[in-house]
């Protein structure tokens, strides 16, 4: 029985002579190498479990993504670091009552880093400095990205594009600027009534640019 | 205001407070807003990856995963319970109402103790950290659980310090490894209820 992926260059009676530092590090090399085939609802119900490798695991496959978007909308990297962290921890505490029916996991925790995120920076009120302009998007230049990566970005980017102007702005605001509907409408001119009708169209037409369910964003081994 | 209208901008994190607890406790009786929540999520979430994102820096997923390590203390592992699910151990059944007492200890204990079990080539290996001095007088008993047949004991261990413990014997296809506290020499059979288990 080979119950773990085992790395064939490494003869069993050796692995048994290892030093317990050494062997600690294989089991986790091993087991990653394990949870690296596992869905990402899987793994969720693992860390329900108290597995810290299953969390280790998600955070290896949406950390950077989550630090991205905390980093879009706070701005600081201490406060990002600080909502990434304060939404895993919740990832953590409350994974047992994640219900796989009512969405997929990556949402799950995206949502959570976003919410984060945005309660911070209200809370900070950085942006009443601000003005309605977002922060331009950071460069791509000097960062490494991987394909996967790379490929849904380019992805929504291209999405987004196709919207009229007017929804995505109001998305852009809301979702990176943390920027309430009723201060949208108040700081656009515009009634709430048109904010609120811009951000379901608009996000209703992403959703349909997207794709349907079958090819939305979801993680894949690359295994 | 009309509930339904705010399922695009509570998924975008875009009401205020007030609005937002008011729209959660309609989601609660609005079956078709929970569905086209649903499906707005994931859309708004989609935005998160058109950001480009620089790699967090190292400490972030160290940080987070010594905190979720020290915080994990009053959980009891399911795959504890599956053991009495599974009607292993027969000896055990006897000393299954102290045993209960004995796992809500252990789940408000406030250490957290990590399992971690190799097995190859039949080989079992099974390293514990956080695992606390088993008491005077008693012994930690690993043992090795075939599918179908009695628990075979497969090593003795102090606890109190991280430990890898090299089961001995052979670990069959879907056995499952176990450990129980003993009288200190170890026993030939189990005769408490494990504090830890695992399927291989």
Same mark, same amino acid.
């Given at each position: 029985?080979?119950?773990?992926?085992?790395?064939?260059?490494?003869?069993?009676?050796?692995?048994?002579?290892?030093?317990?530092?050494?062997?600690?590090?294989?089991?986790?090399?091993?087991?990653?190498?394990?949870?690296?085939?596992?869905?990402?609802? #899987?793994?969720?119900? !693992?860390?329900?479990?108290?597995? %810290?490798? *299953? &969390?280790?695991? @998600?955070? =290896?496959?949406?950390?950077?993504?989550?630090?991205?978007?905390?980093?879009?909308?706070?701005?600081?990297?201490?406060?990002?670091?600080?909502?990434?962290?304060?939404?895993?921890?919740?990832?953590?505490?409350?994974?047992?009552?994640?219900?796989?029916?009512?969405?997929?996991?990556?949402?799950?925790?995206?949502?959570?880093?976003?919410?984060?995120?945005?309660?911070?920076?209200?809370?900070?009120?950085?942006?009443?400095?601000?003005?309605?302009?977002?922060?331009?998007?950071?460069?791509?230049?000097?960062?490494?990205?991987? #394909?996967?990566?790379? !490929?849904?970005?380019?992805?929504? %980017?291209? *999405? &987004?594009?196709? @919207?009229? =102007?007017?929804?995505?702005?109001?998305?852009?605001?809301?979702?990176?600027?943390?920027?309430?509907?009723?201060?949208?409408?108040?700081?656009?001119?515009?009634?709430?009534?048109?904010?609120?009708?811009?951000?379901?169209?608009?996000?209703?037409?992403?959703?349909?640019?997207?794709?349907?369910?079958?090819?939305?964003?979801?993680?894949?081994?690359?295994? | 205001?009309?509930?339904?209208?705010?399922?695009?901008?509570?998924?975008?994190?875009?009401?205020?407070?007030?609005?937002?607890?008011?729209?959660?406790?309609?989601?609660?009786?609005?079956?078709?807003?929970?569905?086209?929540?649903?499906?707005?999520?994931?859309?708004?979430?989609?935005?998160?990856?058109?950001?480009?994102?620089?790699?967090?820096?190292?400490?972030?997923?160290?940080?987070?995963?010594?905190?979720?390590?020290?915080?994990?203390?009053?959980?009891?592992?399911?795959?504890?319970?599956?053991?009495?699910?599974?009607?292993?151990?027969?000896?055990?059944?006897?000393?299954?109402?102290?045993?209960?007492?004995?796992?809500?200890?252990?789940?408000?204990?406030?250490?957290?103790?990590?399992?971690?079990?190799?097995?190859?080539?039949?080989?079992?290996?099974?390293?514990?950290?956080?695992?606390?001095?088993?008491?005077?007088?008693?012994?930690?008993?690993?043992?090795?659980?075939?599918?179908?047949?009695?628990?075979?004991?497969?090593?003795?261990?102090?606890?109190?310090?991280?430990?890898?413990?090299?089961?001995?014997?052979?670990?069959?296809?879907?056995?499952?490894?176990?450990?129980?506290?003993?009288?200190?020499?170890?026993?030939?059979?189990?005769?408490?209820?494990?504090?830890?288990?695992?399927?291989?």
């Amino acid at each position: 029985m080979n119950a773990v992926g085992a790395d064939s260059s490494e003869p069993p009676d050796r692995f048994d002579s290892l030093e317990p530092a050494v062997l600690g590090e294989r089991i986790s090399d091993a087991v990653s190498r394990q949870l690296a085939h596992l869905s990402d609802e #899987a793994l969720v119900a !693992l860390a329900a479990r108290s597995e %810290q490798t *299953a &969390l280790a695991e @998600l955070y =290896d496959r949406y950390g950077r993504t989550a630090y991205g978007l905390a980093l879009r909308v706070l701005r600081d990297q201490a406060l990002a670091e600080d909502a990434v962290q304060e939404a895993f921890l919740t990832v953590w505490r409350t994974a047992s009552r994640f219900v796989p029916e009512r969405g997929k996991a990556s949402t799950w925790i995206l949502t959570l880093v976003h919410r984060r995120a945005v309660y911070t920076v209200r809370r900070e009120q950085r942006r009443r400095t601000d003005s309605l302009e977002l922060a331009a998007e950071p460069s791509v230049e000097g960062v490494e990205e991987d #394909a996967w990566l790379r !490929l849904q970005r380019e992805r929504v %980017q291209a *999405a &987004l594009r196709l @919207l009229p =102007d007017a929804q995505r702005e109001a998305l852009e605001l809301a979702y990176y600027g943390g920027f309430s509907q009723s201060e949208l409408a108040e700081r656009l001119g515009q009634p709430l009534g048109t904010i609120k009708s811009r951000m379901f169209t608009g996000l209703s037409r992403l959703r349909e640019q997207l794709g349907e369910p079958g090819t939305e964003i979801s993680w894949t081994s690359t295994t | 205001m009309d509930l339904h209208d705010l399922t695009a901008a509570y998924a975008l994190d875009a009401l205020d407070p007030d609005e937002a607890e008011a729209y959660e406790r309609h989601l609660g009786q609005c079956e078709e807003c929970r569905e086209q929540l649903a499906e707005l999520s994931g859309t708004a979430t989609a935005l998160a990856f058109a950001t480009v994102a620089p790699a967090p820096p190292a400490r972030l997923r160290e940080s987070i995963l010594a905190a979720a390590a020290a915080e994990r203390t009053n959980v009891v592992p399911l795959l504890r319970r599956r053991w009495v699910a599974r009607g292993l151990a027969v000896a055990a059944a006897a000393a299954a109402c102290i045993v209960v007492g004995v796992i809500v200890s252990l789940g408000k204990s406030t250490q957290t103790t990590a399992y971690s079990l190799v097995v190859r080539n039949g080989h079992a290996t099974l390293n514990i950290s956080g695992l606390s001095a088993a008491p005077s007088g008693k012994t930690y008993e690993a043992w090795v659980i075939p599918a179908s047949g009695k628990a075979q004991p497969a090593g003795l261990f102090a606890g109190g310090a991280p430990a890898t413990v090299h089961l001995t014997g052979t670990v069959p296809p879907h056995a499952t490894v176990a450990v129980t506290v003993e009288r200190a020499g170890g026993v030939q059979h189990p005769t408490t209820e494990p504090i830890y288990s695992a399927p291989t």
